[in-house]
């Protein structure tokens, strides 16, 4: 406890120190033991006399109470984080005060509670007036007397000098979030801030996007509750060792302060001595006792290696459990056997990682399969098949192989149907989410507008679940993704209704609205509000209007524009695009180019599109898909006819390409050295823009 304590002082002094300076932080990037820490070198005398005088007072303040010591300790972790992420606009509310600490401790006591102290209101112990802890903590600190003033002067230094050497990146919305998330999942679940803090910088350490770990720290958090409850089952199972049952007792513990190491280390350690212990009585005896004990223990010893930021060892304890666990407890070993295809699944998701990881993961999903049936657990089995089909998926977006996403629609669908019969809602609408995503991945590859239907009206069925404000992420996804197949029937069926709705979905995010949108879906979008401007342009009917009217100038802004929406998605870093989908970014990226050649006469444009239409020519090669590389290699040699004749003869008017752009023109029919109809020109190009 004294521990803790110190840390949160830490913060306090940190807080009290940039106000008291007038400086701000977004967030402290520290510890609160290292603010004490780097006090004590500066001056070490004064910071222990403030610290001793500040705990002592505070302590007194906190006993008071009528706390447990559990109470307690939850209360002052959760004050920990709130100051640590306290953000800049709550410390211009102090500093805009002008108080000296020194002369009015109290009044800056109240400044500095009253600026931050206001999402404290939900803090767990039952207090009713819970801001008034952070008051009394910052008058305890601040009536310290005459050692105060260097003491915040060197945690205002402290905080300033490591805030100068750490990347812009730990100070970003991102990481507010995150702690919010942790501070909520400790008020819910009693989980210490320590093993919350322990979780995530294990996954920090594996190189996880932070995006991720919050996505996933929920369910970490579960794992972390489920392993408690074991180890105290093993404990309860330990029999007449007293010793076995005081050692489980204590790694419980140290799980519980966060130190997982540790507890990693004494946890094998026991498992081994247990293991290899003379004689296989006692084994026996141990799992007579109503529980498969030494398998028991190996799936602890996973999850918490897990949890550790170790997943193939995780993965590997497993694989033990499952084959020392009664062979006549499928269930057992089923839920078993998904864990360690859980942990090979994020293994394999982890940057940089090798694509067999994954399919090592659906190997074992699918091994699992055999071990029950949908009648022995149906929701469970539900999810494990949605795992699947999300599972395949990813590894289809990294092969770009159609029979992936045919056998990822194959899991999507049972589970639909186990969820409907379970009333299972969420999960319900996450199935069909996956199953549109498989679909419009095959309608991609095959030009197939049945399927690119069918996958319509699977996120169509989802969007009549979800809702912006419970789903905000998931469903800004769904809709950028029906707003893509949508334009992807309008291209391959002249479907002038399927572009319309499309547009309404998609123009939204081509301003940047939503800011829950991933960068993924963000590209998807552009690009595809940029094709359906090129439709719009290149349609029968405005190619009419504008040979009446003489607009072209309104067809060059809109081509302009379409090409700097997808220049902006084929740039973005972060964009993991599929090499299917960047493939056909770049051919429409291409076709825009020519289009704007077309409308304008401006020969620079056309050597953008050689260049684009190489990269998917590229693409497609390594994606295997010839027919649209050769495609793409007659494409190109007939733009650079055009520029080879245009540099012999100036004068002569230059023909449009062959397979250049998907239009219906006159102009694209007569420059055509096919005898191809327009209108073979127009499915033959949009398929290759599909």
Partial sequence: MEAA?????????????????????????????????????????ATAAVCKH????????????????????????????????????????????????????????????????????????????????????????????????????????????????????TCTEGSRL?????????????????????????????GSPQQATMHTLVDRVVVALEMLADITLLADRAGDDDLLEAELIRIAQTVREGNLGPASCDLTAVSRR??????????????????????LMLSVRARLAGLYGEPRESARLFERAVRLWPREDRIPR????????????????????????????????????????????PVPWGEANLELGLL?????????????????ALHFKPAIDVFT???????????????????????????????????????????????????????????????????????EAGDIDALQSAIDILMPYSRGDAAHLGETSRSLAEIATGRAMLLLVDSEQAQEVDRQSGADSDDIIAIKDAIELIGNALSREHSSLTSLDRAHALTTFGLAQTLLYERSGDLAPLEQAIQSKEEACDLYEHIDNPIAADDLRLEIEAIQSVLEKHTQDFGVEEETPTGMSPTRSDKLARADATDDTPADVFRMAGSAVA
């Fill in 274 to 295: 247990i293991e290899n212990a003379p004689g296989v009585d006692q084994r026996i005896a141990l799992d007579l006792k109503g529980v498969a004990f030494v398998p």
């Fill in 421 to 491: 019969r379970e009333r299972m809602l969420d999960g319900w609408a996450r199935a069909q989410i996956g199953l549109g995503h498989a679909l419009r991945a095959q309608a991609s590859f095959q030009g197939d507008v049945v399927v690119a239907r069918e996958a319509a009206f699977a996120y169509r069925a989802a969007l009549g679940i979800l809702t912006e404000d419970g789903a905000p992420d998931l469903w800004h996804e769904t809709r950028c993704a029906l707003g893509e197949v949508l334009v992807r029937i309008a291209e």
């Fill in 334 to 377: 089923w839920r078993l056997k998904i864990a360690q295809a859980r942990q090979l699944a994020d293994l394999g998701r982890l940057p940089g990682s090798r694509i067999g990881v994954l399919c090592e993961a659906a190997q074992v999903y699918a091994s699992a399969g055999g071990l029950i049936s949908e009648q022995d657990c």
């Fill in 54 to 169: 500040a705990i002592r007072k505070f302590w007194k303040d906190l006993a008071n109470r009528g706390l447990t010591l559990e109470e307690i300790t939850a209360h002052v972790d959760a004050l920990a984080c709130i100051l640590k992420t306290a953000t800049s606009c709550n410390c211009a509310k102090v500093t805009d005060l002008r108080i000296d600490p020194a002369s009015d401790p109290a009044g800056m006591a109240r400044a500095l509670a009253s600026s931050i102290g206001t999402p404290v209101a939900g803090l767990r112990g039952g207090l009713e007036h819970a801001d008034h802890t952070l008051q009394s903590l910052f008058a305890a600190l601040l009536s310290a007397g005459d050692p105060l003033a260097p003491c915040l002067d060197a945690a205002a230094a402290v905080v300033a000098e490591i805030a100068a050497n750490v990347e812009p990146e």
């Fill in 392 to 408: 395949l998926l990813h590894i289809g977006d990294r092969e770009c192989r159609p029979e992936r996403y045919l056998a990822a």
């Fill in 178 to 206: 995150l702690a919010k998330l942790q501070l909520q999942l400790s008020q819910d679940t009693g989980i210490s801030m320590q093993l919350l803090n322990s979780i995530v910088e294990a996954q920090g350490r594996l």
């Fill in 5 to 45: 304590l110190l840390r949160l002082l830490g913060f306090a002094m940190a807080r009290a120190g940039l106000a008291r300076k007038r400086q701000r932080v977004t967030l402290l990037t520290i510890d609160g033991a290292d603010v004490i820490a780097g006090c004590v070198r500066r001056d070490a005398q």
